[in-house]
């Protein structure tokens, strides 16, 4: 157990002229499960790498409980790793690929044999040992990969995707064991995802990269609730937050539509237009009251239906003149039991207090 | 069924007979000599020089071979051939897997230099290096030893290549896992790496077994009798023995000699299956 400190982290690789994480300051305490997350790209299994010792750090340095880890091997760093696609040894059984560390660093026989079944035992994996990897299924073998990390019981835990390979439902469930497990051993755990799900249910705090940089650190609900900037807005929550940019700023207020003004938290006082962040779920059907600034027609497009919730896809009508949507349509998340249906006018009630405000660069006013 | 066909179908069809028949083409080729080495060795000495030409040895006769041994020491010669062989395929094989390894997964510094070495030395014919290679051989005083025929042909320029490339083809992740998990370089080579790599291992063993049981050249220059010569410098030494007529004993000198590695090759051949990363990565 330990704590993890990333200070400055850069890796630049060779022929590039951009750095593909870039300055990098991170702190993971101890204990933690901290969630890396940002779209395909953005430096995520670079930063891990890092933390694991495959990839060289260009400047910048990364501790361990305090100790400059920088140039230490992977094998000194005490890390163990859980590779997306789970690099079993081929020509081991998924017990001999779990011994396999102890061995190498001069474990005893016998405490092997005690800490491989122990893991065997957490991770139901008692019957496989004797089984080779080419005749494990998926999960299996994800179990063997996880296996094979916590037998070393390591100061910090790396995943890469680990889940990825798996099949929607596999996932869920494993995702869920993945995180009691974690808090069961209460070993650090840096863990990174592409799937912004796995990073708000299974993170203690969640960390977003963009382009090597980081952008926002911070619990699932705060990332939530208040996102940094609109990049952040944008990519956690399912479906997308509707971005409504230009939109004027009169009287404190910024008025989306006539029906529709939001007042600006005072760090916004002198914008003379804002980008406005409602989330699908932070709008209702409104009654027939004339409500408080707080309304907004529009014409549904579409009708998704997921079994549990209803998505319309709606064309907002009466905005502000030059207030744009991003995509060609904003989405909300509506009672299913409503009945609505293609082509009808809604007039829907936006929660002000959910909403959120962003100064014309993309940056949160708060 | 109906009669009627795809055009698709007629013309994969078609094509897949063309295929037969080039290969029909290139075992006729390559079996036909081999073929008629076999049953040559086995007529009597008049009838390999009949015209027509006989298909099946008729009598049928083993004389060749017994004449094989009394022409020359052809027990000393197969015992050199193995000490040889044996020698250089566990020289080349060792010092191939060995290179290879540091050149795919080591890093230091030259390490592009090397490899570029490597390759060089692979496109310099073995002719231009006779000459000064005997000449140093000789003033070593090795001439008509081992030492002095296994030691130059001990390089492996071509089994560092093939080895390395193979390596490198190897996935990533298994080898990083593998540093994870604390593994020293050679137990990763001997636990990690070669349980991935025995087909590509066995075709290099094997090149290098065939390669080595035909030198001829180096051999014939070093060696001056039967006390280190191989089969090929013997099976010459048997044409001359025999004169230029009597094809018979050389013949059956030559399937003696291809016999070995041909029941090597057999053996061997089973093993050089692929698939040995199967579920080792995914995606
Ligand atoms: N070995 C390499 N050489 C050069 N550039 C690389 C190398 N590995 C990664 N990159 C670049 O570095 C950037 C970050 O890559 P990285 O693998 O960390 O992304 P990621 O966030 O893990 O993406 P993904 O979700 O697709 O796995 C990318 O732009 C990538 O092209
Ligand atoms: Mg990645």
């Known amino acids: 157990m330990a704590a993890v400190t990333f200070e400055g982290a850069t890796r630049t690789f060779p022929q590039s002229d951009r750095p593909a994480v870039d300055a990098l300051d991170l702190g993971i305490g101890d204990g933690e499960f901290m969630v890396v997350v940002g779209p395909s790209g953005c430096g995520k299994s670079t930063s891990l790498r890092m933390l694991a010792g495959l990839e060289p750090v260009s400047s910048g340095r990364v501790l361990i409980d305090g100790v400059d880890v920088t140039g230490h091997r992977p094998r000194d760093r005490d890390v163990a790793m859980v590779f997306q696609g789970y690099a079993l040894y081929p020509s081991m059984t998924a017990g001999e690929n779990m011994a396999f560390a102890l061995r190498n660093l001069g474990v005893g026989a016998d405490e092997i044999r005690t800490r491989v079944a122990e893991a065997a035992r957490i991770l139901q994996l008692e019957e496989l040992l004797d089984r080779k990897p080419a005749k494990l299924s998926g999960g299996q073998r994800q179990r063997v990969a996880m296996g094979r990390a916590i037998v070393r019981d390591p100061k910090v835990f790396c995943m890469d995707e680990p889940l990825s390979n798996l099949d929607a439902k596999l996932r869920v469930s494993t995702r869920a064991e993945i995180a009691a497990l974690q808090k069961r051993l209460g070993t650090t755990t840096v863990y990174v995802t592409h799937d912004q799900t796995e990073a708000m249910t299974m993170g203690d705090r969640v960390v977003v990269l963009r382009d090597g940089r980081l952008q926002q650190i911070g619990t699932p609900a705060e990332l939530y609730e208040r996102p940094v900037n609109t990049f952040v807005a944008g990519f956690i929550g399912s479906p997308s937050i509707n971005l409504l940019d230009r939109v004027p700023v009169r009287d404190g207020r910024a008025v989306v539509a006539g029906s529709l003004r939001i007042a600006l938290p005072a760090a916004g006082a002198g914008l003379a237009s804002v980008t406005v962040g409602v989330r699908p779920e932070g709008v209702d059907v409104a009654g027939s009251d004339p409500g408080a600034g707080d309304r907004l027609t529009a014409r549904v497009l579409r009708v998704e239906r997921t079994g549990a919730e209803l998505f319309a896809l709606v064309e907002p009508l009466g905005l502000t003149d030059g207030v744009g949507h991003r995509g060609d349509h904003l989405v909300v998340r509506l009672d299913k039991r409503l009945g609505v249906h293609e082509g009808m006018e809604l007039t829907l009630r936006v929660h002000l207090d959910e909403a959120l405000v962003f100064d014309p660069e993309g940056i949160a006013v708060r | ?283």
């Open chain 2, 1 to 283: 069924m109906t009669a009627v066909q795809a055009p698709a179908e007629r013309s994969s069809r078609l094509s897949r007979a063309g295929g037969y028949a080039g290969l029909l083409l290139v075992v006729l080729v390559v079996a036909l000599p081999l073929y008629w080495i076999l049953i040559s060795s086995l007529k009597e000495r008049p009838d390999i020089y009949t015209v027509p030409v006989g298909w099946f040895p008729d009598p049928l006769t083993v004389d060749n071979y017994s004449a094989v041994g009394s022409g020359v020491a052809f027990t000393d010669y197969l015992r050199n051939s193995i000490i040889i062989t044996a020698s250089l395929t566990v020289i080349q094989v060792v010092l191939g897997v060995l290179s290879a390894y540091a050149l795919a997964f080591l890093r230091f510094p030259g390490r592009s230099l090397v490899l570029l070495f490597v390759i060089g030395s692979l496109m310099v014919p073995n002719q231009i290096t006779v000459i000064s290679n005997y000449a140093l051989v000789a003033q070593l005083g090795w001439r008509n030893t081992f030492t002095g025929i296994i030691v130059p042909l001990a390089g492996v320029a071509f089994g560092t290549f093939l080895m390395r490339n193979h390596f490198l083809s190897l996935p990533r992740e298994i080898i990083e896992a593998a540093e994870m998990d604390a593994a020293g370089p050679l137990r990763m080579l001997w636990r990690v790496v070669l349980p991935m790599s025995w087909p590509t291992l066995i075709a290099f063993t094997l090149i290098t077994i065939v390669n080595e049981w035909n030198q001829y050249l180096w051999p014939l220059l070093m060696a001056d009798d039967a006390s280190v010569a191989p089969l090929p410098v013997g099976l010459a030494q048997l044409q001359d023995t025999q004169g230029l007529t009597n094809w018979g004993p050389v013949l059956a000198g030559t399937v003696l000699t291809m016999l070995p590695i041909l029941l090597i090759f057999l053996a061997l051949q089973r093993h050089m299956i692929k698939g040995l990363t199967a579920g080792a990565v995914k995606g």
